[in-house]
């Protein structure tokens, strides 16, 4: 089936590179992205047209790290240090989804809340329920949303009763768990919630069946000064946190690891050499008063930098609204600087927000060419009018900081339109 | 006429100090708070009540700092430092509002935003244009909002032939402007945009104006290194920033001072002992990259704060967007100052966006007996559900990080309800 996407068409090849083409055509067959022109192709002319006026087509956005069962409590507990944080609200919280139904409700609306903010990818956490994270992944596939999703790995420094795995129990429903994933959209991930919360034994099996299935591993690194003084207490023989998950084959290509506000040179060497990509979460960065991430160091040093919004931590799901933090941390990383590192601009952060984080799923640069469809449409003419009229790439930078849901008019997810607002 | 608003009531009536009472009952005689109480008193048996439900009945926001015809560049140009981007992006703008149709249009959507948003007191800075200044204090008026508007006056240094006054022009206008004021609850104030902005005749005469009409003054002090350098070029008999206002007659009890990212603790301390009013602009300063301001030491040294959003320098409008960015930006400096000084807490940041800057206007603390009401009731029923039922201080702490425009449902502003919501 052929279909044609008409209206303005903005999407970023590169860092810092954005290509614009004014009322385009976007050409897709069964999904695939078959070219973007200036005209209609003669052999197109019966495909379908979906034609969004004066609407920005840009791609939708790529969600690297958040956490599905703290969604209950976005906005709230932001008083408190990481380690403190944990133990007092994120840990009970979680506990809740050994209730299904809870689960099944929560999960429906997140799930909803992803897709309708232009959120087709996600690289998320679950709890160490197995029983709930197949929910989770249910709901997410259900609504259009693909990606991956891990049960959480965790048999120490939990709250035993509450939230905490016996090591064995905890590999055992890991198996359960992957058994019974069975997704078209949604694949699993194995997640061991970080070094702290997880004994060697665990880790060690974990780096088994990640070698012997072929999957792919997502964790924390180096996010909180406590953090990476109690990991260095438990792991003495190491001299950096990555360390701690190399021991165990976890440090690998397609590792992401969330954070790494304080991984040093030697740290960001290990990580751009091994192809871990790095997953910056800037908005719970400076709620839990973490740091101050050199995002635009790693990016010079060559590392594969994604964004999260780290749900709970970060206090707000959108992914323009992530961009948009991610840009003004990154100012303040400058001011902090003494104005000597550069910010990010706009452009570069809807790089790090749609390409940089859709690249981990195999997908090529922008809109190219045999890649599934993952596209939003904005319709901004709710903004206030402006002085005079702008141009396309003008209204791009406005739409990154002013969209509201209500403004998203369309969401497109592995080439199928989920979202559609008339 | 007496009235009764039923909800659950959340006042501050000093920094850090939440005052919660659940179900509680606020009287209200001709639009004045007669009391805060747990039931209704036997002689307010007849007035009509304005049930709420299990709704959260808070204080409404004060926006002491924002730039009206700047409302249409909201979210552009953040890429520049500030002296470039008044030149390239807000003088242009600005210069717009010569056409006063345009300007109708324009002030009449930010008055609805502000009110929708729950401001409902202002100190704004208009364009220079005196036409254009009555058309934004009438619909300011008009929505409701309460407050100073100022005509602003600039002789120099702007951009000639597109944004800049000749000191007679500048003069006779802003004295054309006063005397054509009428309106009752938006009042004039003087507003020389910034020394640089203004010849010292231009500076001498509304220090004059001020003293002679018993007039407030609001501007701008010490927000960014290339301007407080320019400022001193211009001033080099004085030591600091401050000075220059000083000089005139400008530098006194309710001057308002928007920024002061940079005032060391002299011009702190001439700040505290004038009872001059800091205006801290966290999303704009930021989003210029002009600093990180101490407010937290600010506020240990006894001077008066209080928030403004800075339109369009800040991209956010709505208060309870700029109070989160204030918490966050504060936790940013508590990382420069390597975790050695305080964060705002939520309690905090809602004293500053709301008491603080009401009591500019009068006010008493919270919601004081004897002042015109002043507040908003936030509906958060559709915020995810919770782990576990949420006590009502938590509902108010997840409401100022989550809330959107249509949770607000109703406004109360100068003792009249002006936005309800069904």
Redesign the interface.
Known sequence: MREILKGNIIDTLALGQLRVREQGYLLLEDGCIRGVCDSVPEDWADAAVHDYGDGLIMQSFADMHLHGPQ??????G??LPLMDWLDTYTF??EA?FADLD?AR??YR??AS?LITNGTTRVCMFSSLHTDATWILMEELEKAGVTGYVGKVNMDRNGKPGVLQEETEESIRETLRWLDGCHFEHIKPILTPRFTISCTDELMAALGRIARERGLYVQSHLSENDQEIAFTHELHPDTQRYWETYDKFGLWKDHTLMAHCVWSDEVERRAIRDAGVVVVHCA?SN??I?S??CPVKRMLDEGLQVTLGSDIAGG?QLPMYKVI?AT??TS??R???DN?QSD?L??EEGYYLGTTAGHRYFGAGEGFATGDKLHAIVINDWD??????PLSVQ?RF??A???T?RHNIVSVWSEGREVVHRD
């Open positions: 969604y209950p409590m976005l906005g709230m932001m008083d009970p919280v809740r809870y409700r929560t609306r997140l809340d908005d400076t709620n008063c740091g101050v206090a948009a840009i003004r100012k303040t400058r001011m902090l104005w910010f601009t706009v903004f206030p009018e402006t002085a005079k003008q930078e406005r990154i900081y002013m509201h």
